[in-house]
């Protein structure tokens, strides 16, 4: 059974910086992508970025380029999204997910098999 564990969100102020990571577990993941995506009150889920298991191809929502930035531990099966300059309007519960095989084309949240159960990331003026 897939199980995928974030963790590291927190309050910061807006310019600071957060790590999450997401662990997963429960089966080989060589052929399988990983995502981020976030969820704000209101707000429909949205894709924020994705990375082979391998790390050899990542991308991202043009709302976080430049700002935040996926790698991934093969040893310790995690994935780390790095956020740096948040904005308030990063403010939002964070969201793993995995699907077999990356896809640049899979950013919507029915592309994706697994989900973690979120952690919040809040960011002040």
């Known amino acids: 059974q897939v199980q995928l564990v974030e963790s590291g969100g927190g309050l910061v102020q807006a310019g600071g910086s957060l790590r999450l990571s997401c662990a997963a577990s429960?089966?080989?993941?060589?052929?399988?992508?990983m995502a981020w995506f976030r969820q704000a009150p209101g707000n429909e889920r949205e894709f924020v970025a994705a990375?082979?298991?391998?790390?050899?191809?990542?991308y991202y929502a043009d709302s976080v380029k430049g700002r935040f930035t996926l790698s991934s531990d093969n040893a310790k099966n995690t994935v780390y999204l790095e956020m740096n300059n948040l904005k308030p309007e990063d403010t939002a519960v964070y969201y793993c997910?995995?699907?077999?095989?990356?896809?640049?084309?899979?950013?919507?949240?029915?592309?994706?098999?697994?989900w973690g159960q979120g952690t919040q990331v809040t960011v002040s003026s």
């Open positions: 997910a995995a699907r077999l095989y990356v896809a640049s084309g899979a950013v919507a949240s029915t592309d994706y098999e697994y």
């Open positions: 990375i082979s298991w391998s790390g050899t191809i990542r």
């Open positions: 429960g089966r080989t993941f060589s052929n399988y992508a």
